[in-house]
C-alpha cells in the first residue's frame, strides 16, 4: 500500500485508477481489483472514507457519515467478490429500532412500527401502514434495485426506466404515497422523512428513493462495532491484500487527454501515472471543471453541471456528554412544529429556519466502545440550504446555530445538558466545500429532482471520453449509502466489459 510520494514523480507501468476513496471509490476499486484489474486507489485526505470519518478525542470517537447502515446485503455481496466473509471482518449489530421519530406535542413513532403501539396512535390507519410495508418490499426488488442496475445512455434505456415507475407510481412523491395510505399526519411525516438522508425532498422526489434509505422489510438497521470508520478500515484492508495501491494524502490535480482518451494522472506531489481507465469519485463538478478543465469536454461539462439544482447541505454538532442515555435509541429524529414548511424553507426559500428538525445519533447506545464508561456520544444534524441559496459566513453563524442545536435537544431529551458537556465542535457547509470540493457545499451533490434522477443523471460512463467513468453520490442512482454502492457495482460491470 502507498501512501503520500513515491521514490518516482512517474510510475512505471499503466493501470486503471480509482479517483477518490469515499464509499463509491472504495466499493468500485474492491470490485476491479477482485476481478484481476490491478487498481490504484488515490485520496487526497490523509484517510480514505470520504464523508465517513471519525475523530479521536479524549477517549471518544465521534463519526460522521450514516448513523447506520439499512441493509448490510450489499455489503456482503462485496466481501463474497473478495473471497471473504464480512463477518469475519467486521462485526455488524441490529439496532433495537431503525428509528424513534418525536414531535413536541410529545407524540412518539418507532419505526418498524409496532401494532399494538401504533394502534394506539392511529387505530385508522394500521392497514394504510400494513400496505406502506408491502409497497416497499415489491418495490424494492422491481422498482429501486432494477433502475440501480440499469443501463443509461440511450432512449431504450429511458423506456425502460419509465416501467417500473408506472408499476410503483414512482411519479408520487414519499409525503404523497404517505397521505394516500395513512390519514394520521405524525404518521405521514415518519413514513415519508427518510429521503432526507440522501438529500432529497419528500415533497418532490420519486417514492422509489424511499427504498435506498430503509432496510427492507422495513426492519431494523445496523451498526459496524467500532464504527462506520471499522467498516471504511476493513475495506482498504482487504483492498490492500487484494493488490491494490492506495495513495493518500496526494489529491489528483489533472487528468491529460489525448482526442476522446484520458492518458495521464497528475498529483499534487508531482506524481504520475499513465491510464487505461479512470473513474472519479470526486465531486460532479470537480472533475470536470478542475481536473478536466484544460479539455473542451471538461469545460462544457464544468459549466453545465454547475448551473443544474443542488442538494441541501447539512450542519452536525458532535458532543459527548456525562453519564448513560439508554432511553435515547441510537436514531432519532426530532420533529419540529412544521413538516413541509420546514421543507420548502431548506430546499426552496434557502432560508435558516427557525424551527429545527434534527437527526440525532446516538452510536454509544449500541457500541460502548466509542465512549469511555460512564459517558456518551451523539451527534445532531440539521439539514440546511446549499452556499448558493444560503451564503452565510458559517464561521459566525456556527455557533449560535450549535447552541440552538443542543438547547432543543436539552429542552426534549437532556434538561441539564448544559452541565453534562464535556466536548463539542460542528461541522458546516463552509466544511463540506473546502475539505472534499464539494459544489456549493452540497451534502449529496446534484439534488434529487424528477429532471435529474435516474437516466437523466450523470451517467457511470461519460458520453464523450470513452474511458472516464464516474461514481458517487453526483451519477445515477444517487446519495446515499445503497445508492453509493449499487452505482459502483453498475460502474464496475462497464469498467470490467471494457477491460476484457
Known sequence: ??????????????????????????????????????????????????????????????????????????LRELWSLTGEDLADAV??????????????????????????????????????????VSWCESARIDGWERLARQPQGSALALIDALRPLLRHQGWRSPAGLAAQLVKQPHLRQ??????????ASPLTTSALNLIGQIPPAPGRGWWPQGG?????????RRFDRLGGTLRLHDPVVRLDSVGNRITEVECASGWRAP?????????????????????????????????????????TVHFALEGSWPGIPHRSVLFGPRFEGFIEDVFT??????????????????????????????????????????PLDWDAIGKLLEQRILAEIGRRLVPDIADRLIARFH?????????????????????????????LRPHA?????????????????????????AGAKATADLMLEEHR
Not at 447506545?365 to 464508561?373: I, V
Not at 458546516?428 to 424528477?450: E, H
Not at 458520453?463 to 451519477?475: C, E, M, S
Open 427 to 455: 461541522t458546516s457547509p463552509r466544511d463540506m466545500a473546502l475539505d472534499f470540493n464539494a459544489w456549493l457545499g452540497a451534502g449529496w451533490s446534484l439534488a434529487a429532482t424528477p429532471g435529474q434522477s435516474g437516466p
Open 1 to 74: 500500500m502507498a501512501s503520500g510520494k513515491t521514490n518516482s514523480n512517474v510510475a512505471e507501468t499503466t493501470r486503471t485508477c480509482v479517483i477518490g476513496a469515499g464509499i463509491g471509490g472504495l466499493s468500485l476499486a474492491l470490485r476491479l481489483q477482485a476481478a484481476g484489474v490491478p487498481t490504484v486507489l488515490i485520496e487526497a485526505r490523509e484517510a480514505p472514507g470520504g464523508l465517513i470519518r471519525s475523530w479521536q478525542r479524549d477517549g471518544f470517537t465521534f463519526e460522521a457519515g450514516p448513523a447506520a447502515i439499512s441493509d448490510p446485503a450489499p
Open 275 to 315: 491510464v487505461t481507465q479512470v473513474a472519479s469519485n470526486a465531486d460532479v463538478v470537480h472533475t470536470y471543471r478542475d481536473l478536466l478543465g484544460t479539455s473542451q469536454r471538461g469545460a462544457e461539462m464544468g459549466r453545465k453541471l454547475a448551473n443544474r439544482q443542488f442538494s441541501p447541505s447539512a450542519f
Open 461 to 485: 460512463r461519460d458520453g464523450k471520453i470513452a474511458n472516464l467513468y464516474l461514481v458517487g453520490a453526483g451519477t445515477h442512482p444517487g446519495a446515499g449509502l445503497a445508492a453509493v454502492m
Open 91 to 132: 462485526q455488524l449489530i441490529e439496532l433495537e429500532h431503525d428509528w424513534r421519530c418525536s414531535w413536541p406535542d410529545g407524540t412518539q413513532i418507532d419505526l418498524p412500527a409496532d401494532p399494538a403501539r401504533l394502534a394506539r396512535i392511529a387505530p385508522d390507519d394500521l392497514p394504510g401502514y400494513d400496505d406502506f
Open 349 to 390: 426559500h434557502g432560508v435558516l429556519p427557525q424551527d429545527l428538525m434534527i437527526f440525532l445519533a446516538h452510536p454509544s447506545l449500541s457500541d460502548p466502545s466509542l465512549a469511555p464508561s460512564g459517558k456518551s456520544v451523539f451527534s445532531a444534524t440539521v439539514l440546511v440550504a446549499n452556499l448558493g441559496k444560503l
Open 190 to 199: 415518519a413514513l415519508a422523512f427518510p429521503v432526507l438522508l440522501g438529500g
Open 228 to 236: 462506520m470508520n471499522r467498516l471504511i478500515a476493513a475495506m482498504t
